[in-house]
């Protein structure tokens, strides 16, 4: 049958399911990609970052309350978190704990809060953050976990926490080095003590454990 043959209503019938589903399809493919883009979306820079920079946890507790995600990543990897414990934020990094912002999520280089709050010697901010039962010992691209950087401030304080918590004192850094061959060459008994606390586990690792990823 040709075209000339074909009634109004079937060329107008024929129009209208080509056409819808053409548009079904684009609205398909749209949402498809809008879910796909906002799962992995890193920025450049944000609200809360600025906030937790600021120490303003007043700020921080408005944004997320309003919908903004606590575990935002600029495109470094880093969350407001790891911004807040690289600078000794507490009220900020409280804030977001509050929030829901996860101490475990690893940047480009492998670091994690925990990471961060452990290399300052910032016993309060690492308790804090141990609450949230991060993973005790992810390892950055050097290999070093919490509780080496601990170690390396000389915080004893901060050390005690994360072996009673759990923490592997027996992984190697990239160096094949221990937490506990840091303490030893320091010559810090204290640390040494510590370390050798009940709590800690010794099992002896060399590879990374898988790298953690933010909770959806």
Same mark, same amino acid.
């Given at each position: 049958?040709?075209?000339?043959?074909? *009634?109004?209503?079937?060329?107008?019938?024929?129009?209208?399911?080509?056409?819808? $589903?053409? @548009? @079904? %399809?684009?609205?398909?493919? !749209?949402?498809?990609?809008s879910q796909d883009a906002g799962s992995t979306k890193k920025v450049s820079a944000s609200p809360l970052h600025a906030a937790a920079e600021r120490n303003d946890d007043a700020t921080i507790t408005q944004l997320t309350s309003s919908g903004t995600d606590a575990n935002t990543q600029l495109k470094n990897g880093?969350? /407001? @978190?790891?911004?807040? &414990?690289?600078? %000794?934020?507490?009220?900020?990094?409280? &804030?977001? $704990?509050?929030?829901?912002?996860?101490? %475990?999520?690893?940047?480009?280089?492998?670091?994690?809060?925990?990471?961060?709050? #452990?290399? +300052?010697?910032?016993?309060?901010? =690492?308790?804090?953050? $141990? /609450?949230?039962?991060?993973?005790?010992?992810?390892?950055?691209?050097?290999?070093?976990? /919490?509780?080496?950087? &601990? =170690?390396?401030?000389? *915080?004893?304080?901060? =050390?005690? #926490?994360? =072996?009673?918590?759990?923490?592997?004192? %027996?992984? *190697?850094?990239?160096?094949?080095?221990?937490?506990?061959?840091?303490?030893? !060459?320091?010559?810090?008994?204290?640390?040494?003590?510590? $370390?050798?606390?009940?709590?800690?586990?010794?099992?002896? +690792?060399?590879?990374?454990?898988? !790298?953690?990823?933010?909770?959806?």
């Open positions: 049958m040709n075209v000339r043959s074909m *009634s109004v209503r079937t060329i107008c019938t024929a129009l209208f399911c080509t056409i819808g $589903l053409g @548009l @079904l %399809g684009a609205c398909h493919n !749209s949402d498809s990609g880093r969350t /407001a @978190l790891h911004i807040a &414990a690289a600078g %000794g934020q507490m009220r900020a990094a409280t &804030a977001l $704990l509050n929030a829901g912002a996860n101490p %475990g999520i690893s940047d480009n280089n492998g670091e994690t809060p925990l990471m961060m709050a #452990a290399a +300052r010697g910032n016993a309060g901010m =690492v308790q804090a953050m $141990l /609450a949230k039962r991060p993973p005790l010992d992810a390892q950055n691209k050097s290999g070093k976990t /919490a509780l080496h950087f &601990a =170690v390396e401030h000389n *915080s004893t304080d901060t =050390v005690r #926490a994360l =072996v009673q918590a759990g923490a592997n004192t %027996g992984l *190697s850094d990239k160096k094949g080095r221990t937490p506990m061959d840091y303490a030893t !060459s320091k010559g810090n008994q204290a640390i040494i003590d510590a $370390l050798n606390s009940k709590g800690g586990s010794t099992m002896t +690792r060399t590879s990374p454990p898988p !790298s953690t990823m933010p909770a959806r």
